[in-house]
């Protein structure tokens, strides 16, 4: 098993930036890739960006893609998302997710691990 726990949302102006993390405990957590989404109200859940295990492969969303840096230490077992450049479209619950078995990063299933969210706010 792995848990995951989310940190760093807040309320922030359009323009500002947040930069959220991700610490996992449980099973190795190097092994597999990590991914964000968010999901803002009355909205499905969407894909924001994701890493590799070695953190040489990144993915985004072209909606966050120029303003959103995802990163891993995988020494310390945690995950980043930097965002920049926010915009209240940005608002939304981010939620951090790691692989069950190895796929394509940008790859998730309900069946995969998942914190539980964070909420990010952008005023305008």
């Known amino acids: 098993q792995v848990q995951l726990v989310e940190s760093g949302g807040g309320l922030v102006q359009a323009g500002g930036s947040l930069r959220l993390s991700c610490a996992a405990s449980?099973?190795?957590?190097?092994?597999?890739?990590m991914g964000w989404f968010r999901q803002a109200p009355g909205k499905e859940r969407e894909f924001v960006a994701a890493?590799?295990?070695?953190?040489?492969?990144?993915r985004y969303a072209d909606s966050v893609k120029g303003r959103f840096t995802v990163s891993r230490d995988n020494a310390k077992n945690t995950g980043d998302l930097q965002m920049s450049s926010l915009k209240p479209e940005d608002t939304a619950v981010y939620y951090c997710?790691?692989?069950?078995?190895?796929?394509?990063?940008?790859?998730?299933?309900?069946?995969?691990?998942w914190g539980r969210g964070t909420q990010v706010t952008v005023s305008s």
């Open positions: 890493i590799s295990w070695s953190g040489k492969s990144t």
């Open positions: 997710a790691a692989q069950r078995y190895n796929r394509a990063i940008d790859s998730y299933s309900d069946d995969d691990y």
């Open positions: 449980g099973r190795t957590f190097s092994t597999y890739a």
